[in-house]
């Protein structure tokens, strides 16, 4: 059993910056894909970013080259560096650890941004 917990969301102004962390209970913290994901009011939860166990990482086109995602496995935790946000970044950003048959969520964390 894995356990999630989001911190680090806030109001931030346009072209201001947030960082998300996400700190995971468990001992297999190391074998999971961890991923960021947001769901914007009336829309649909949509990928962020992803991090493998080894350190490879995938983003959605939207937060390219804005957005960094990296995890450190001693601290069983995965954080979102958000740079350049715009207001349609506002949503509430959620964890995820997903490996085979297990997938784990957090609870979320509100992230909103004023233009």
């Known amino acids: 059993q894995v356990q999630l917990v989001e911190s680090g969301g806030g109001l931030v102004q346009a072209g201001g910056s947030l960082r998300l962390s996400c700190v995971a209970s468990?001992?297999?913290?190391?074998?999971?894909?961890m991923g960021w994901y947001r769901q914007a009011p009336g829309k649909q939860r949509e990928l962020v970013a992803t991090?493998?166990?080894?350190?490879?990482?995938s983003y959605a086109d939207s937060v390219k080259g804005r957005f960094t995602i990296s995890r450190d496995n001693a601290k069983k935790t995965v954080y979102l560096q958000m740079n350049s946000l715009k207001a349609e970044d506002t949503a509430v950003y959620y964890c995820r650890a997903f490996r085979a048959q297990y997938d784990y969520w957090g609870q979320g964390t509100q992230v909103t941004v004023s233009s």
């Open positions: 991090i493998t166990p080894g350190g490879s990482t």
């Open positions: 468990g001992n297999i913290f190391t074998m999971y894909v």
